[in-house]
């Protein structure tokens, strides 16, 4: 079975500083892909990231970044020196390998309600 | 971009009702598109994927006869929501995928906040 598991219910950090947003995920599938969404207060969804299963490198865009690791099948987010306006619920989520092919059926996990305080 | 369009954004039905919930790709066309529902400060659950020309495949434990999907068209899926009860309030939210360069993202609708009196 797939599952995603965000720990961290709620986190507040004051303008400027680093957070990481911690996101450990389940499957049996070989093939996978990991996904980052932001959803701010206005609802929608949007797409930060998506990561397959054979790329470990890390990336960084910007004041984001990420950490792959699946030794420990975690997906972690990490916002350098956070601003107000990335206050939001941020979603990790996972997708088997039918993702390619029939598109996107996500398990999202439970979220992660960031509020930055300047 | 790609872009999903959800309307309408936001209904107040009498319990009974039925509401219908659009959901359009604007400018690419989505054999498959996906419905999800969220409860206030909790995760997104697909509830069923809305198959172009054919019937919707709907996740375990979901009401088939109660969200009843249409996908018309390349460009339209509607999910109704028959007999509206309050414990069906919910922000509804639909996805597609664009196929392309960009890696096959998804793209969701600004999502639909359903209030049934």
């Known amino acids: 079975a797939q599952k995603v598991t965000q720990a961290q219910t709620e986190i507040s950090v004051v303008e400027k500083e680093d957070v990481t947003l911690d996101c450990v995920y389940e499957?049996?599938?070989?093939?996978?892909?990991l996904f980052w969404y932001k959803q701010p207060p206005s609802g929608e969804l949007v797409f930060l990231i998506r990561?397959?299963?054979?790329?470990?490198q890390n990336e960084i865009s910007g004041r984001y970044s990420w950490n792959f690791q699946k030794s420990t099948s975690s997906f972690n987010f990490t916002i350098t020196a956070s601003q107000v306006v990335d206050s939001a619920v941020y979603f990790c989520?996972?997708?088997?390998?039918?993702?390619?092919?029939?598109?996107?059926?996500?398990?999202f996990g439970q979220g992660t309600e960031l509020s930055v305080k300047p | 971009g790609a872009v999903v369009s959800q309307h309408p954004s936001r209904v107040i039905c009498k319990s009974g009702t039925s509401v219908k919930i659009e959901c359009r790709s604007l400018d690419f066309q989505a054999t498959t598109m996906f419905w999800y529902r969220q409860f206030p400060k909790q995760s997104l659950m697909l509830m069923a994927t809305s198959n172009e020309g054919s019937k919707a495949t709907y996740e375990q434990g979901v009401e088939k006869d109660k969200f009843l999907i249409n996908h018309a068209s390349l460009t339209l899926s509607t999910l109704t929501v028959t007999s509206a009860h309050p414990e069906d309030s919910s922000f509804y939210i639909c996805?597609?995928?664009?196929?392309?360069?960009?890696?096959?993202?998804?793209?969701f609708g600004s999502g639909t906040q359903l209030s049934v009196l």
């Open positions: 996805s597609a995928r664009a196929p392309g360069t960009e890696g096959e993202k998804l793209f």
């Open positions: 989520a996972l997708s088997g390998p039918s993702f390619y092919n029939q598109g996107g059926k996500l398990i």
């Open positions: 499957t049996r599938d070989t093939t996978y892909y």
């Open positions: 990561r397959n299963s054979f790329d470990e």
